[in-house]
């Protein structure tokens, strides 16, 4: 449900180990997010993106890289240069041109290191 | 840089009740005040937003007022039923809904007591 899907729901990285995070979207959004949420922090800008082939970093960019290939697909990797990876990630997407609807969210993937 | 301070942390009611949650930005050409409601588990979802050139915006049980002279901008829950409780964020955005200058707040757990 609403046109945004991430997988996979839970995954388990294990120590100096890259995992992809999966984000697509049919909802035609232009514009792409990747947050992480940790208890207490509310939501923090990893990566975002407002036209294919091109993506800005955020405030926590460090350890993380992104690729927009696609207008539909916004997958993040978690690399072995971040520390602290075990968070819950957030993709989201908006419309750049729609004043009404906001950020559509993923349901998210639990992201913890083994 | 810019912020978006969100109190309280954690509020507590009692069914019936009313509750509140304020925040306040730094970014005066902020321009878009969204709030999501993320229920445990779940996706955050945009429950009201409001614009700079409206000082307050009403939605059955959920109202949303801005003072954009002193850069507050508040959610306010009447009646408040169990199923209130969640976990809501506010949010500043500048450009619009599409503009990746949005900048969350850190989060109010409201919890309402049957």
């Known amino acids: 449900d609403g046109g945004i899907t991430q997988s996979p729901k839970y995954l388990f990285r294990k120590e100096g180990q890259n995992v992809t995070l999966s984000c697509e979207q049919n909802l035609n959004h232009d514009a792409m997010y990747w947050y992480r949420q940790d208890p207490g922090q509310g939501l923090r800008l990893i990566y975002y993106s407002q036209i294919v082939n091109d993506f800005q970093k955020g405030d926590i960019a460090e350890g993380y890289s992104v690729s927009r290939e696609k207008k539909e697909s916004f997958p993040l990797t978690v690399t072995s240069a971040q520390k602290n990876p075990t968070a819950f990630y957030l993709c989201?997407?908006?419309?750049?041109?729609?004043?009404?609807?906001?950020?559509?969210f993923g349901s998210g993937t639990r992201l913890t290191v083994v | 840089g810019e912020n978006v301070e969100q109190h309280p942390s954690t509020l507590s009611v009692q069914e019936g009740d009313s509750a509140v949650i304020k925040c306040t930005y730094s970014d005066s050409a902020s321009n878009y005040f969204p709030w999501y409601k993320q229920e445990l588990g779940k996706r955050p979802q945009l429950i009201i937003d409001?614009?700079?050139?409206?000082g307050e915006k009403k939605d059955q049980r959920i109202a949303v007022t801005l003072n954009k002279t002193a850069k507050h901008f508040s959610l306010h829950i009447t009646e408040t039923q169990p199923e209130d409780s969640a976990v809501y964020f506010c949010a500043a955005s500048i450009g619009g809904t599409g503009g990746f200058k949005t900048i969350f707040g850190a989060g109010t757990r409201l919890f309402v007591k049957a």
């Open positions: 409001i614009r700079s050139n409206v």
């Open positions: 989201a997407s908006s419309n750049l041109l729609d004043s009404v609807h906001g950020y559509t």
